[in-house]
Nanobody, 126 residues
Framework: QIQLVESGGGDVQAGDSLSLSCADS????????MGWYRQAPGKEREGVSC????????YYAEAVKGRFTISRDNANVTVSLQLNSLKPEDTAVYYC???????????????????WGQGTQVTVSS
């Protein structure tokens, strides 16, 4: 069973960087493609990036392409997201979850997925 815990968020200025981490206490996510998602106030949750289980495929939403980098360490069951050149519009709660359609370039959780963690807040001031 996947049990995900996100960390690393904070309050930063535009242009700053943050490194988010997601740990799986259930130690089972190495079998899954994983993704990062975010939800801004008053908006739907959206996919940000995903990475295949073998780490050889990554995809990014257009809004973050070139600024964010996803990586994973299956030995330590963590998936990370490096956020560079942050903008105020990146302000959101960031979550990690499986991304079963990553192979098709789609950053989306499994249908009916409900095991969201608490997420980690990223706030970017101008």
């Amino acid at each position: 069973q996947i049990q995900l815990v996100e960390s690393g968020g904070g309050d930063v200025q535009a242009g700053d960087s943050l490194s988010l981490s997601c740990a799986d206490s259930g130690r089972s996510f190495e079998r899954y493609a994983m993704g990062w998602y975010r939800q801004a106030p008053g908006k739907e949750r959206e996919g940000v990036s995903c990475i295949s289980s073998s780490t050889d495929t990554t995809y990014y939403a257009e809004a973050v392409k070139g600024r964010f980098t996803i990586s994973r360490d299956n030995a330590n069951v963590t998936v990370s997201l490096q956020l560079n050149s942050l903008k105020p519009e990146d302000t959101a709660v960031y979550y990690c979850a499986p991304s079963v359609m990553c192979w098709a370039g789609q950053i989306s959780p499994p249908a009916g997925y409900h095991d969201w963690g608490q997420g980690t807040q990223v706030t970017v001031s101008s």
